[in-house]
Nanobody
């Protein structure tokens, strides 16, 4: 069972920081690239960041570069996304993805259900 499970979403105020977490109860966690995406109703799913299996390589979308940090702890089977200075336009369902089928095209095999982040004052 590889399906990721996200946590850490909720309601925050503009300017706050937030850390999302993701775990997948799989012995293959440490061998898989993982990523964060987000989706707003009526819009396409948006790639945010991805990280190689050992954490050595990361990639960020321009929309979040400098404001988000993706990290992982393979000993705990945990993936994280730290978001700083959140704004209302960051309101979305945040999705964790595991096991890249194409690093270049941001394509992944397994998806979590998502965790809602709402930014409002």
């Amino acid at each position: 069972q590889v399906q990721p499970v996200e946590s850490g979403g909720g309601s925050v105020q503009p300017g706050d920081s937030l850390t999302l977490s993701c775990t997948t109860p799989s012995h293959t966690f440490s061998t898989a690239a993982m990523a964060w995406f987000r989706q707003v109703p009526g819009k396409e799913r948006e790639f945010l960041a991805q990280i190689s299996h050992n954490g050595a390589v990361t990639e960020y979308a321009n929309t979040v570069k400098g404001r988000c940090t993706i990290s992982r702890d393979n000993a705990k089977n945990m993936l994280y996304l730290q978001m700083n200075r959140v704004q209302p336009e960051d309101t979305a369902v945040y999705l964790c993805a595991a096991s890249a089928t194409s690093w270049q095209n941001h394509q992944y095999s397994y998806w979590g259900q998502g965790t809602q982040v709402t930014v409002s004052s």
